[in-house]
């Protein structure tokens, strides 16, 4: 399916607020993880650990192209980067088929 011009504008007009606010989200699940009971060394690894894991998700970072938008838009569904109230703005087609095709 391709996306059509006024969904893709939605989508880079919507990417950066919904990349925002889960590293927002990620932030202070880092410092629950530093403020944490143990070794200060033990929750530097874990922080590391899971920086790491979360640099590859889209809502850290993604290719900006219209050919990866619906998929961008189903993983950062799956991931729960975004919820499907976030699609709103977005036609009805599109809306259908990113949460028929990612299961919600």
Same mark, same amino acid.
């Given at each position: +399916? ?6 893709? &504008?939605?989508?880079?007009? $919507? =990417? ?5 606010? *889960? +590293? ?5 699940? *880092?410092?629950?993880? =530093? #403020?944490?009971? !143990? *070794?200060?060394?033990? $929750?530097?690894?874990? /922080? ?6 979360? &640099?590859? #998700?889209? !809502? %850290? ?5 219209? &050919? ?5 838009? +189903?993983?950062?569904?799956?991931? !729960? %980067?975004?919820?499907?109230?976030? =699609? ?9 088929? %990113?949460? *028929? /095709? #990612? !299961?919600?």
């Amino acid at each position: +399916m391709n996306i059509t011009e006024p969904d893709w &504008r939605e989508f880079k007009k $919507k =990417l950066p607020v919904w990349q925002e606010a *889960y +590293m927002e989200r990620l932030n202070r699940e *880092y410092i629950d993880i =530093l #403020s944490g009971n !143990g *070794y200060a060394s033990e $929750k530097f690894w874990q /922080l590391e650990k899971r920086i790491k894991k979360d &640099r590859k #998700s889209p !809502g %850290v970072i993604t290719e900006l192209t219209r &050919r990866n938008a619906i998929p961008c838009i +189903m993983r950062l569904l799956s991931e !729960g %980067v975004i919820v499907p109230n976030d =699609l709103e703005g977005f036609s009805k087609e599109l809306v259908e088929t %990113v949460l *028929y /095709l #990612s !299961g919600n």
